[in-house]
């Protein structure tokens, strides 16, 4: 749940970068469209491009919240209290005398094991 809602949230983000970046340009062009002199054009792209920039360090904070909120409200997988792990049992277990070996081939399958037709 948590993740979709991380996405959700980061896809927002993108999309409000975009709607900035988009903004910064049309100010761009309408700054420029009034500019008398190469340099108040030049200032005027200089500014677009510090628009951009900030709507692109607000989107990684905001990207960075929402993983930041995740940890936090979200339980941990391993946590989870329907997740069991399989431990040995202490007390009954013999100490091993020589090399253990395994039931079956490793990277293989377990004997008697046909493969589905």
Do not use: C, F
Request: hydrophobic fraction near 35%; aromatic fraction near 2%; glycine fraction near 6%.
């Amino acid at each position: 749940m948590h993740s979709a809602k991380q996405k959700v949230n980061d896809a927002a983000a993108v999309v409000k970068e975009h709607a900035e970046i988009l903004q910064a340009k049309a100010q761009e062009k309408a700054e420029k469209s009034v500019a008398r002199t190469k340099e108040e054009k030049e200032i005027a792209h200089e500014r677009r491009k510090v628009k951009e920039a900030e709507a692109k360090m607000k989107m990684h904070a905001a990207k960075a919240q929402h993983i930041e909120d995740k940890l936090l409200h979200g339980t941990h997988h391993a946590l989870h209290p329907t997740h069991h792990h399989h431990q040995p049992v202490s007390g009954t277990a013999v100490p091993p005398t020589g090399v253990a070996a395994p039931t079956y081939p490793l990277g293989g399958y377990p004997p008697g094991w046909t493969a589905p037709k």
